[in-house]
């Protein structure tokens, strides 16, 4: 098999998962990759498993290295199961191998892959695994994003298995970072922040600046390509994504029953772009929310958009506007806008969701009867104005 040697003595033995569209509810048109790497040493350590559906590839991958028989250790930073699904399985062709995990980690393996005879290792911070020429040092991080999280880091190889930190759903032939188009990898990385690790960017400081105390020649994480050429850009990125920093721009996400509502989207944007600020316009039952939520990370602005339905909005936005609440993003401006006919609701309901999300309320919204004449086009347009306005002084 194509195993790849990303460093003296350190094997991807990880599968690639060319057709996953759907990633719970994230959208992965690039599908995905389930990284494990192997340690050959005097002592042999597998750093992480595969989803449980390329366990054998696993398997096969490493029995072309080395008999899997032989390993001594399984770090599993991570019992999430697109991570550790295959820990039963590598268990039974490595009998004697230590588990090393968290504490927290060890308590959920042995509820989720029922393992609890396992010869469970657990590490905390400046815990050290001495393998012979590569020693292991364990950094947690809890609740980037689960609370068994951990990175670990080779010290002679300097590489950082960083688990989801760092990560990206990019499918390639190519391991390394310098190998794929950096622009398509950089996208995937910022798509994956925003959908995995938004909610607890007050965290990532904190790893960034143990990270930073590390010397790094590689970032190995979990998914996606292993960093070694643009190590400092997306440390840059983490950092600013981190502080909510955003661009001049403002993401426009709306649905439409008979087209009113996408009538007034369409006229805000013009007045958002006529003060100079880039709009974006989503309708969101063909967007893949996933998209947008990049979008809405990138930007200062976000403004919502539903005709109303049974006096509230409709279901392409309710389940937008509650995704949202969960990754909620920070440092944004928001405002609703919609169109109703005998009764509103929808405009509540958004600004409703709005808050609870994080974001802080521009303005009233905008609600208008039935389908807007063009007096009524020219306020959208002024409604568009006013916010991009708003985008510029922040």
């Not at 290295?65 to 820990?87: F, M, Q, R, S």
């Amino acid at each position: 098999m194509n195993n790849v040697e990303i460093a003296k003595g350190v094997y991807f033995v990880g599968a690639v998962d060319w057709n996953v569209r759907d990633f719970h509810g994230y959208i992965t048109p690039r599908g995905a990759t389930y990284n494990a790497y192997l340690i050959v040493d005097e002592k042999i350590c597998l750093i992480d498993t595969v989803k449980k559906p390329f366990a054998g590839e696993m398997i096969e991958r490493i029995a072309n290295i080395i008999d899997p028989a032989k390993i001594d250790y399984i770090v599993t930073n991570h019992i999430e199961p697109d991570h550790a699904g295959a820990l039963p399985d590598i268990l039974k062709c490595a009998p004697n191998a230590k588990v090393v995990i968290t504490d927290k980690g060890r308590e959920g393996a042995i509820k989720y892959f029922d393992c609890e005879s396992a010869d469970f290792q657990v590490v905390k911070e400046g815990d050290v695994l001495d393998l012979g020429r590569n020693k292991l040092h364990f950094v947690p991080l809890p609740m980037l994003h689960w609370p068994d999280s951990m990175a670990t880091y080779l010290d002679t190889e300097e590489i950082l298995f960083s688990n989801d930190a760092f990560g990206q759903h990019f499918s390639s032939t190519h391991r390394f970072d310098d190998e794929n188009d950096i622009e398509e990898v950089m996208y995937e990385a910022a798509k994956y922040y925003a959908n995995i690790l938004l909610p607890f960017g007050r965290l990532v400081p904190k790893a960034l600046q143990k990270a930073g105390q590390l010397p790094i020649k590689l970032i190995a994480p979990s998914h996606g390509v292993v960093w070694r050429t643009h190590i400092a850009k997306i440390i840059e990125k983490y950092c600013d994504w981190s502080a909510g920093k955003a661009q001049n721009k403002v993401v426009i996400a709306y649905d439409s029953m008979w087209g009113a509502t996408e009538k007034m989207a369409r006229r805000i944007l013009d007045g958002v772009a006529s003060v100079g600020v880039q709009g974006k316009l989503y309708r969101l039952s063909v967007a893949d929310r996933s998209e947008v939520m990049w979008d809405i990370m990138e930007s200062k602005g976000v403004m919502i958009g539903s005709s109303t339905l049974n006096n509230t909005v409709m279901p392409t936005v309710g389940a937008m506007l509650f995704y949202m609440k969960g990754l909620r993003p920070a440092g944004k401006i928001g405002a609703a806008f919609g169109a109703c006919g005998w009764a509103g609701g929808s405009q509540t309901a958004i600004e409703e969701f709005l808050c609870a999300a994080g974001i802080e309320l521009d303005k009233s919204g905008l609600t208008l009867k039935w389908t807007p004449d063009d007096k009524e086009m020219e306020k959208c347009f002024e409604y568009g104005q006013e916010f991009g306005r708003r985008i510029l002084e922040r």
